[in-house]
């Protein structure tokens, strides 16, 4: 059987994307498809299997058409590639499988597919699946789930459970209460599917699991607490594999949690460290960790001299109280600030989440991380607002509140909305501004804070050990790139005096210097683009609101209002329009799909407003004219004038409950307004017939 395996793309306007400095190190991507290409490994040698990461380059439809089906991986973030992908593979009449965390915990929300892949791949489901495919009895779902110990996530557990069971009927192998799949049964991925160079970093996984209950955070539910580790050797085998293959720079250990099993990766690292030093250092490492790595010097040498030279921590917040309604007591515990600077003194530079929007959030939350991440030296900050997501005790909670309003769309950093109702006092549109203002803060258009983060770095990065050899001619084309693209740019002249500080103080350190010159330009580029995104879109939002004003004068006014008001309102309606879609088109084009969305939803609107004037003016010029001029028109002619006003009452009744809950709601009043005003008019009416 030909099997192509179809990795979605993930959306340009995230931090997580890295779109704006990718061009600069001459990459297509920021990482692999690392499960896909495990999943490829555990597929049988009979099946022939093409991989197309559409991160990399377009899936076309010759590729399905090579295909006897398509299997898909992705994360919530993917979705709406994942059903471009699903739709063309229907119109092709080709099957499509679907995998990941994305399926596993939203599968309701996935139309086309024709296979339902849940939960981890080595737990059984694969095999059972392509046993069944061979046999010619497949299924429409195959899910090993696991119902966890703890009273709030088993009642999760079991009512995902029963969602489940709901959602498959008969049509379902669902086999529960068997243990999470170890590690050592899962392969050393297919790196050899990978095209290497168009990456800019390799990824390979240690363990899956974290310990901790972070209220926010669906980990748990998808891999357990229980860190499930692979050996030594089994993750040394895969680090060989990638360096077979000619590859040499950066690998992402994407484990949740790396140190979730401390005894288990400090004989990993001992490995590491000797495979290092005897290929001269042919790969730095990254992943992310909790917290307390900082408590533990010997972990964090072995890390250095590893060469592990960045981690991602979740700091969340620098407010003790709001760490405590959140879970978060692994950082409750300790002086954050301390740690972040003990971590780069073992020459790992932090990069950290935060998250805006908590119940317990106090006012000046955002002055509280900018300060933080200052003092602390943190230039790459992750900050987005909380989102709700399924799996989570905090989704749970909301949702048993009634506060949740949607399911997230995995973008936390862009996306500028909450998926849930804050509490009273606290309000949406401050929380948003005030995270909105924190981003423009942290990446300002002078690049100032950045490089001011920057500095404090370098000043506490002990860094570890380093190649030996001369600079590589990919490095100063990465820097002649750099200086090509960032000398022009607003913050063209903090670039320079940042990389001239950088070698008069820390010659040794300009390679990073330059790196986070490389990935600054990324943070503020898209933080400037989403800014305007957001300006245009309240703009659009404000502009809709005058419309409305005006409809609402229109109505106090009733019969004062004629052709001439109307024809100007609708002139200036075009305008706007024009104007709008000429902004929206000088944008990125990751920005296009939610702001065209937006206008032409305020298209709809401002078209059924227009219809709903006109008509107004329609009916009132045939009534008046009737009643002025003293001629009986007939009962005949009243009924069909009626009928009439009717039709044309469900006809915009029906278009109104096509629209998005915001303008819907504003449409309706319009509605009645207008269905009481016309009742008003046809007493005048009577008689005349």
């Known amino acids: ?55 990399i380059g377009p899936l076309e439809e010759k590729d399905m058409l090579w295909a006897d089906m398509v299997m898909t991986s992705s994360m919530i973030v993917q979705k709406e590639s994942l059903q471009e992908v699903i739709d063309m593979a229907n119109r092709l009449r080709i099957p499509v499988a679907c995998g990941g965390p994305y399926p596993t915990q939203y599968y309701g929300e996935i139309h086309g597919a024709d296979y339902l892949l849940l939960g ?27 119902i966890r110990s703890k009273a709030v996530e088993k009642k999760i557990d079991e009512e995902e459970l029963a969602s489940l069971y709901a959602f498959s009927g008969e049509n379902a192998e669902i086999i529960s209460g068997m243990p999470r799949p170890s590690m050592v049964s899962s392969p050393v991925p297919r790196f050899d599917l990978l095209k290497m160079d168009e990456y800019a970093s390799m990824a390979v996984q240690f363990s899956r699991g974290c310990p901790f209950f972070c209220d926010f955070c669906n980990e748990a539910t998808l891999f357990g607490h229980e860190a499930r580790v692979k050996s030594a050797g089994k993750i040394m085998e895969e680090i060989r594999q990638i360096f077979s293959l000619g590859y040499r720079g950066p690998v992402f250990v994407v484990d949740d949690n790396f140190i979730s ?47 592990f030279d960045m981690v991602f921590v979740g700091i969340e917040t620098p407010d003790k109280n709001v760490l405590k309604s959140m879970n978060k007591y692994q950082n409750v515990r300790t002086n954050l600030l301390e740690d972040v600077r003990k971590i780069q003194s073992y020459g790992m530079e932090v990069t950290a989440g935060f998250i805006i929007g908590n119940d317990k959030d106090p006012e000046n939350i955002t002055d509280q991380i900018f300060d933080f991440c200052r003092e602390a030296g943190i230039p790459k900050v992750m900050a987005g607002l909380l989102s709700a997501v399924k799996g989570s005790e905090l989704y749970a909670r909301l949702r048993e509140e009634g506060r949740l309003l949607e399911d997230t769309d995995g973008n936390n950093t862009h996306s500028l909305d909450l998926n849930f109702i804050p509490l009273p ?16 803060r942290l990446y300002d258009t002078s690049g100032r804070n950045f490089f001011e983060r920057c500095s404090v770095l370098l000043d506490h990065w002990n860094q570890g050990p380093k190649a030996v050899g001369r600079v590589k001619w990919k490095d100063i084309k990465i820097l002649l790139r750099s200086m090509n693209k960032q000398t022009f740019t607003r913050y063209g002249w903090t670039y320079w005096k940042w990389l001239f500080h950088s070698i008069v103080f820390h010659a040794e350190q300009f390679p990073e210097a330059v790196a986070l010159c490389v990935m600054g330009h990324h943070f503020i580029e898209i933080t400037q683009s989403a800014h305007k995104a957001y300006r245009l879109y309240t703009y659009c939002q404000e502009k809709l609101d005058y419309f409305t004003e005006k409809m609402a004068f229109f109505w106090k006014t009733r019969r004062d209002i004629g052709e001439e008001w109307v024809e100007r309102l609708i002139e200036d309606k075009k305008n706007f329009l024009l104007n709008a879609k000429n902004k929206i088109h000088a944008l990125p084009s990751e920005y296009h799909p939610k702001l065209m969305e937006t206008y032409k939803n305020i298209h709809v609107y401002l078209e059924l407003t227009r219809h709903f004037l006109e008509k107004v003016l329609h009916f009132r010029q045939r009534l008046n004219f009737s009643i002025k001029s003293g001629l009986s028109l007939g009962e005949e002619r009243v009924q069909k004038i009626f009928r009439e006003k009717n039709e044309f009452l469900i006809r915009m009744k029906e278009r109104i409950e096509a629209l998005p809950r915001e303008y819907r709601n504003k449409l309706i009043r319009l509605h009645e307004e207008y269905t009481l005003y016309l009742d008003s008019l046809f007493p005048d009416f009577e008689g005349t017939y």
């Open 425 to 440: 006092g606290k309000d949406k549109n401050k929380i948003i501004e005030d995270y909105k203002n924190l981003l423009i």
């Open 1 to 55: 059987m030909k099997l192509l395996l179809v990795y979605p793309q993930f959306p340009k306007n995230t931090y997580w994307s890295f779109s704006y400095s990718l061009p600069i190190i001459a990459k297509k991507a920021s990482m692999p498809p690392l499960g896909l290409i495990t999943v490829a490994a555990m597929i049988p040698s009979q099946h022939e299997i093409r991989l197309i990461d559409m991160n």
């Open 261 to 307: 099993n401390v005894r288990a990766v400090k004989r990993a690292l001992l490995e590491l460290r000797l495979f290092q030093e005897s290929n001269n250092y042919p790969f730095t490492f990254y992943t992310e960790a909790s917290i307390n790595l900082a408590r533990d010097e010997e972990l964090m040498a072995m890390m250095r001299d590893a060469r």
């Open 120 to 146: 981890e791949a080595e737990s059984g489901v694969l095999d059972s699946f392509l046993r069944d495919v061979e046999k010619g009895e497949v299924k429409r779902v195959y899910a090993r789930p696991v």
